[in-house]
């Protein structure tokens, strides 16, 4: 930069001005741009230019993760249980912000299966198959009409982190831009009960997601799907017309039946499947047959009518427009590996990656330029 003509007007520095020293980007990276929130407010502006254009268009969103290997070597991750933090020489700032975060949140979840003592907020995961490394997760969420990044947000490789983190995108869009999705599109892991319940309850918004759903039996036994439910009378009914109900008799104190996993029991009555001639296809190795029915199951209810439709096979169409920026971010932007490290350095190199993603849409879609006359 010293001796670069280019880069010094870049940086409005005459031929005179003294150069700063290298390590002045990486404090002001960890410092005051980090802390200004800069990189979200330039992706946000980009964004806005985006939505000026007629670029986006607010009725169908999709939303995925894509997993990105941390800057932390596979050698250097021990047993979650088996490290102590007030070790001098595990001081880093990647180390400290994890330490900083437990205290903050108070987390309960159980330790991890192995940790990185160079990056301890990646994630162990082997999910794209093959040997498992230390890992973040970058989320998206896209306007289906020109696949325009909506948002993006960093988390640790793990499903349960990339599902919670489609909430914090929609909200942050709605509360940002005041803009709220007709259907939101996703694969099966964002299928679950509580995100379905969120998409129709809370936000009115259809799931264009396939149900999360364990109940079908791969033998030839009956399954959840052959029972009749009735909302009025609170039960199922079997295919020899037997009710069963979450509870056989009547209590003096109101009980609510729902599980810790929220979801509610149904059983069927022993005499009634002691002399059923289904016995053998429906219970065989129980003396009464039993279904699990969540209590969002109204939610889950609303996706699978919609995966009948065919606007479902159109928006399954649109899913593959967020695959493909994941494609262009790996393959022609080369982010296969973090260079940052910690979740404040995956959310930086997440963000800017987003923000150049949407820059290249508009390049590659408005018009440069007044047209050429005569």
Not at 233 to 248: I, T
Not at 288 to 310: F, G, L
């Amino acid at each position: 930069m010293h001796l670069n003509l280019a880069y010094r007007w870049f940086c409005r520095l005459g031929l005179e001005d003294e150069v700063p020293n290298h390590s002045t980007f990486s404090k002001n990276r960890h410092g005051r741009f980090r802390d200004s929130d800069l990189f979200r407010w330039l992706f946000n502006e980009v964004l806005r230019r985006c939505m000026a254009a007629g670029l986006v268009k607010g009725e169908g969103f999709a939303v995925d993760a894509s997993i990105i290997k941390a800057d932390a070597s596979r050698q250097r991750g021990v047993a979650g249980d088996e490290v102590d933090w007030n070790d001098p020489k595990l001081s880093s700032r990647a180390v400290r912000e994890y330490l900083e975060a437990l205290d903050e949140e108070a987390l309960a979840e159980a330790l991890p299966k192995k940790i990185s003592l160079t990056d301890p907020q990646s994630r162990w995961t082997a999910a794209p198959g093959g040997p498992a490394f230390f890992a973040y997760s970058t989320n998206y969420l896209i306007d289906t009409e020109h696949g325009v990044i909506m948002d993006v947000e960093a988390t640790p490789a793990h499903r349960t982190a990339e599902v919670d983190s489609t909430r914090t995108m929609v909200e942050r869009v709605e509360a940002q831009f005041d803009l709220t999705p007709e259907r939101l599109i996703g694969d099966t892991a964002y299928g679950t009960a509580p995100m379905l319940a969120w998409m129709v309850e809370e936000k009115d918004i259809e799931p264009h997601v396939p149900v999360w759903d364990k109940t079908e039996r791969k033998d030839d036994s009956l399954s959840s799907n052959d029972f009749h439910w009735s909302q009025d009378a609170n039960e199922y009914r079997c295919p020899a017309g037997k009710p069963l109900r979450s509870e056989w008799r009547a209590f003096t104190q109101q009980r609510s039946r729902v599980t810790k996993a929220k979801t509610v029991i149904y059983r069927s009555s022993q005499t009634d499947c002691a002399t059923c001639p289904l016995k053998a296809k429906c219970c065989p190795n129980t003396p009464n047959r039993k279904i699990v029915r969540s209590i969002h199951e109204a939610a889950r209810d609303v996706a699978r009518r919609i995966a009948k439709t065919p606007e479902y096979l159109v928006s399954r169409c649109e899913r593959k427009k967020v695959e493909m920026l994941f494609a262009h971010l790996k393959r022609i932007m080369k982010l296969d590996r973090l260079r940052l490290r910690g979740l404040t350095g995956a959310t930086d190199e997440f963000t800017l990656a987003a923000m150049v993603q949407n820059l290249r849409r508009m390049a590659k879609l408005l018009p440069q330029g007044p047209p050429l006359t005569g």
